[in-house]
């Protein structure tokens, strides 16, 4: 190696890669199974699934994934018919490096959210799908933990707090 430029080559980077759409699992597998290395953060969220609440993995960054290369030892060529893979980020004809302190943060962030709020927002209309209520549109108000929640249900004509199971609450249509 003739020059400090060609040292610096051979240290590994970051660099992100865009997946298609719906296919960061798939690309990320592919690429570890090829012996990559590859980090592909997730966030564990509750999802309401036929009528169940659910907790699901799903990507930070819907349609990307880091992997770790070198400009020197590493064979760039397979990473773009890999299955799930869209293409490398590039500024130019050149891969952008991601700086390692961003990827020790992400790995070092707990990947979860409250689970609730990413199905019923504060003020938006549910219909209560069990118990002496069943049926009854009601208001979403808040979370109370992970399952339970407080609506607003009009009864005699007054606003009334009920405390019930998130799992027995749906999304009203319209």
């Not at 990307?64 to 893979?85: A, E, M």
Request: aromatic letters at 10%; charged letters at 25%.
């Amino acid at each position: 190696m003739d020059s400090f430029s060609d040292l610096e080559g051979a240290i590994p980077s970051w660099y992100v890669i865009q997946c298609k759409g719906g296919e960061s699992f798939r690309a990320a597998e592919h690429l570890t199974n090829q012996g990559y290395e590859v980090f592909h953060p997730v966030l564990s969220v509750k999802r309401k699934r036929q009528g169940k609440l659910v907790t699901v993995n799903e990507p930070l960054f819907p349609y990307y994934l880091f992997i770790r290369l070198d400009q020197v030892v590493s064979n760039w060529r397979p990473i773009r018919s890999t299955r799930g893979v869209l293409r490398l980020l590039t500024f130019g004809n050149r891969p952008v490096a991601t700086p390692d302190a961003l990827i020790d943060t992400l790995r070092a962030q707990p990947h979860h959210q409250d689970e609730i709020h990413t199905y019923f927002s504060a003020g938006e209309k549910v219909t209560i799908t069990e118990g002496p209520f069943k049926d009854l549109e009601a208001i979403f108000a808040r979370c109370k933990g992970e399952e339970r929640a407080i609506v607003l249900l009009n009864v005699l004509n007054r606003p009334q707090h009920l405390d019930l199971p998130v799992e027995s609450l749906q999304k009203s249509e319209g």
